[in-house]
């Protein structure tokens, strides 16, 4: 479960972004909607504790998650986040089936090839194993980032416009499996997004409807 309280973060020569409070329940799905520059980016790199609360708390089932420090923030993070930048940091110097390596190299933990194998057929990417980054489609690409954020099967999935470079048909397809992959693992969801495509998709999801920040007055 996800809980926001008296959520503020201020950017040293930016806005300063207040979110409204929140509260969903674990497992379910919540689109995070708002114009660009509204702070949705901000919000799920607070929420995956890559940014440090001005003030307020972040609470991802029961821990808050800005009150970590550092080395157990990177534990948390591993032990529970499942994460689709924006922009996917895909590694151009290793093959797909290394960059699903990634995550365990980075948790200290052996490489479970068995696993990587089972997510990349569950992602349909089986035969594209091998392959450098820059030999895929945007939509493969996109589900290779997918596959990287499920791997160890994390109770809180986060998704940035998962859909905002992807054609109708390959943006079907991301959500589908984005919400079919937080149902095998239990996890939470949440989906930033301004595509208007995202929410006609899930009437059901919870929303958190950010306002545009005020201009800064600096
Ligand atoms: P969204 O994802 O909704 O487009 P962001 O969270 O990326 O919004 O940004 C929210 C606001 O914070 C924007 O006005 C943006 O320009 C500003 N901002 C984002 N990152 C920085 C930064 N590193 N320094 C200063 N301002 C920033
Ligand atoms: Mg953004």
Redesign the pocket.
Known sequence: MIELKDLRYD?????T?SFADLSASAGCTLLVR??????????L?LMAGLLTPTAGQVFVDGIDVGALAPRQRDAWRGAHLGFVPQRLHLSEALSVRDNLGLPYVCAGEPVQPARIAEVLERLGLQGLAARRPHQLSVGQAQRVALARAVLRGPSLLLA??PTASLDDEAAAEALRLLIELAALSRATLVL?T?DARVSQALPDAQLLQ?NR?PA?SA
């Open positions: 950017y040293r020569n930016g806005p972004l708002g114009a660009s520059g509204a702070g949705k980016s901000t919000l790199a940035d416009e930033a301004h950010l920040a800064c």
